[in-house]
């Protein structure tokens, strides 16, 4: 696999400054041997790099990658190349990560799993779906899909006390706690990165609506936004 994506992609020297990069296959969901080829490999090079010195050696402190749940398409290939580099953490914000519990208990059994795809302007149900086995076949190394990964925990990012109480009953992960191993908690000081304040919404023409605005026009949050214990 590596040899195949170097052949392709590596530019002996640099490429010239006036000429793109070779593009890679588009998302889809029904990707390509190839493009999951690339995203297994890529992140499994940077969780490995991160826990290696650079002389090869473990560095032996923990690694943890950050996606964002909105990102649907390359979730479970991206996800599977940082279990094979024995990654620590997961944590996704962005979203609602309901089903990656379950993704990262599947994974660290090599079982077939699927992820929901939401397309907007659309009822019709869509999902990705990605079998290690079927993946290492492809590749040509299908003993590489006997071994037993990994599970890394999972710090789903949220804003609220409703959210966190929300995941910890939907999830879809084994154990008590659905597969949640913690959260990290977001507060409004995030500085619009954060999920915006209860009650905010936007009206047709996109003119930002809420309880209270600021002398900017800016929503303001309130108490009904605080994270108790």
Request: aromatic share 8%.
């Given at each position: 696999?590596?040899?195949?994506?170097?052949?392709?992609?590596?530019?002996?020297?640099?490429?010239?400054?006036?000429?793109?990069?070779?593009?890679?296959?588009?998302?889809?969901?029904?990707?390509?041997?190839?493009?999951?080829?690339?995203?297994?490999?890529?992140?499994?090079?940077?969780?490995?790099?991160?826990?290696?010195?650079?002389?090869?050696?473990?560095?032996?402190?923990?690694?943890?990658?950050?996606?964002?749940?909105?990102?649907?398409?390359?979730?479970?290939?991206?996800?599977?190349?940082?279990?094979?580099?024995?990654?620590?953490?997961?944590?996704?914000?962005?979203?609602?990560?309901?089903?990656?519990?379950?993704?990262?208990?599947?994974?660290?059994?090599?079982?077939?799993?699927?992820?929901?795809?939401?397309?907007?302007?659309?009822?019709?149900?869509?999902?990705?779906?990605?079998?290690?086995?079927?993946?290492?076949?492809?590749?040509?190394?299908?003993?590489?899909?006997?071994?037993?990964?990994?599970?890394?925990?999972?710090?789903?990012?949220?804003?609220?006390?409703?959210?966190?109480?929300?995941?910890?009953?939907?999830?879809?992960?084994?154990?008590?706690?659905?597969?949640?191993?913690?959260?990290?908690?977001?507060?409004?000081?995030?500085?619009?990165?954060?999920?915006p304040p209860r009650g905010f919404r936007y009206d047709p023409?996109?003119?930002?609506?809420?309880?209270?605005?600021?002398?900017?026009?800016?929503?303001?949050?309130?108490?009904?936004?605080?994270?108790?214990?």
């Open positions: 696999m590596a040899h195949r994506i170097i052949e392709k992609y590596y530019v002996q020297d640099g490429k010239d400054p006036n000429k793109p990069f070779r593009p890679v296959p588009m998302w889809t969901v029904d990707p390509p041997q190839e493009l999951l080829e690339i995203a297994v490999a890529s992140n499994y090079c940077e969780v490995w790099l991160a826990k290696h010195n650079d002389d090869g050696t473990p560095t032996g402190g923990l690694v943890g990658i950050n996606r964002l749940t909105k990102v649907q398409l390359p979730t479970i290939a991206s996800l599977y190349g940082a279990m094979l580099a024995d990654v620590d953490y997961v944590i996704m914000g962005a979203g609602i990560p309901l089903q990656i519990p379950g993704v990262l208990d599947n994974l660290s059994e090599n079982l077939d799993t699927t992820f929901p795809i939401e397309v907007q302007g659309t009822d019709q149900t869509y999902e990705i779906s990605f079998s290690p086995k079927k993946f290492w076949n492809s590749s040509g190394k299908p003993w590489l899909a006997e071994r037993t990964l990994k599970r890394p925990s999972f710090v789903p990012i949220v804003s609220s006390v409703v959210l966190a109480q929300s995941m910890l009953k939907r999830a879809n992960g084994i154990g008590p706690t659905r597969g949640i191993q913690g959260f990290v908690v977001e507060l409004p000081t995030a500085g619009g990165h954060n999920a023409v996109g003119k930002t609506h809420a309880v209270d605005l600021n002398d900017k026009g800016e929503p303001l949050y309130g108490s009904k936004d605080e994270v108790g214990e």
